[in-house]
């Protein structure tokens, strides 16, 4: 590990001076009893902190990282990149890697169905990308009555103004709920059976994160709901999108979580693990039907006004083009099969028979265990799940391990070992 250009004293120092951290209550943070672990390196499925310990990446540092911190593919095509140009405008302007890499999205669904990528930054983008698409192509069709997004309860589909607008979270997003887009909540597929028919006229998407909740803590949608919502979309001439932030990429077992009840959506939403967790670069994959509404000269005004300056940018893409070859090179998913197994009877055999364990949860290689400790909350065990060599991260009391997909079978065993170890009151 290569030496920090400041101790990790002046850092903690720097930090509480300057910084603002997400989700964070800073008062805690910036307490003079409080130090910050510092990540200095990463490699595989370990992070390494300022002080030279070691850490199994229990969450993916936020559920990004796929195969692992400091791939040799993924380096060097960062690095290869590099060596040509670090941005180029997508203004008016292409470029060769993110040429390459819309091909290779588009091909990972069946032919024909969706067809174009338009580039931006985080999930929250490209959410909002296809939200406003989605009201763009109503506007366009002379549908301007068209404008209302359904979302469920307890969905999180990022923090920008309309995303937050669409999240179901209260403690997230209750104050922001009316800046952004207009959105009615429903908790399942029956309450968007039972919509009244002024709201289904007025009707522009449906909004989904496929199979799995995350931030409502990993709540599972019953098998089956995701291709019904399919059908009661098509049947009322409404748009469905994605969010496959989190869930696509391998997470749930298969590539993307939508493949499980052969859903092809509308629109999808892509991040966090595209670039296999190393840098910023989000896509919003739609139909050629889409497309074509946008279609006409300037006189029109029928263009897609909205972008970002680092819209496909080289970096990100051929990041994302490396992350998509290792899952071929290497065989990710057949051998996550295993892992996936593995997982599941871990947290039978080690957390499932612990009085503080209330439910575990597991879509593939996402598991999450609620707890109900005598002594710490959440947040307090996780910090205690350092001193055993596993870092993650609470939703509330819901303790979530979502390892990089590269983890091996002995780490695996290591990470619920550790939960173990914090689960078990002290007598």
């Not at 080289?314 to 099969?337: D, H, Q, R, V, Y």
């Amino acid at each position: 590990m290569r030496a920090l250009s400041h101790s990790s004293e002046k850092l903690r120092e720097l930090d509480k001076a300057h910084l603002w951290h997400p989700f964070t209550q800073m008062q805690d943070w910036c307490a003079t009893q409080h130090d910050p672990l510092i990540i200095a390196s990463g490699e595989g499925a370990w992070l390494y902190d300022s002080e030279g310990n070691k850490y199994i990446d229990g969450n993916s540092s936020i559920w990004t990282n796929i195969h692992g911190h400091a791939h040799p593919a993924i380096d060097a095509a960062i690095r290869q990149q590099l060596e040509k140009i670090a941005h180029c405008s997508g203004l008016g302007l292409t470029n060769e890697a993110a040429i390459l890499l819309a091909e290779k999205l588009v091909g990972l669904f069946p032919v024909g169905t969706l067809t174009r990528v338009f580039y931006s930054d985080d999930g929250s983008t490209a959410i909002e990308c296809a939200c406003k698409m989605a009201i763009q192509y109503r506007q366009l069709d002379e549908q301007n009555e068209r404008c209302v997004f359904v979302a469920f309860d307890q969905a999180y589909h990022g923090d920008t103004a309309g995303a937050a607008s669409l999240g179901g979270i209260n403690t997230l997003h209750q104050r922001f709920s009316s800046f952004g887009f207009d959105t009615c909540h429903v908790s399942n597929l029956a309450g968007l059976q039972n919509l009244s028919p002024d709201i289904l006229s007025k009707l522009t998407a449906v909004i989904i994160e496929p199979l799995i909740q995350g931030a409502a803590g990993m709540k599972l949608w019953p098998q089956g709901m995701l291709a019904e919502l399919r059908q009661w979309c098509d049947a009322h001439d409404v748009f469905l999108i994605l969010d496959e932030v989190m869930t696509g990429f391998g997470r749930t077992g298969t590539l993307f979580a939508c493949e499980q009840e052969q859903v092809v959506p509308d629109f999808i939403a892509l991040a966090k693990g595209l670039t296999g967790g190393y840098l910023p670069l989000a896509a919003t994959l739609t139909t050629e039907k889409v497309f074509e509404k946008f279609l006409g000269s300037q006189e029109e005004q029928k263009t897609f006004y909205y972008g970002h300056s680092y819209n496909a940018n080289p970096l990100g893409c051929a990041a994302a083009l490396a992350n998509l070859e290792i899952f071929e090179s290497e065989n990710t998913l057949e051998k996550l099969e295993k892992k996936i197994a593995l997982l599941e009877a871990l947290l039978e055999e080690q957390l499932a028979p612990l009085a503080t364990v209330t439910e575990i949860r597991q879509c593939g290689f996402i598991a999450a265990i609620d707890t109900e400790h005598p002594q710490q909350n959440g947040v307090q065990l996780c910090l205690t799940a350092r001193q055993h060599g596993l870092l993650t991260r609470p939703i509330g009391d819901t303790i979530v391990l979502m390892p990089p997909l590269c983890i091996s079978n002995s780490d695996l065993e290591s990470a619920v070992q550790a939960l173990n170890k914090i689960l078990t009151p002290e007598s």
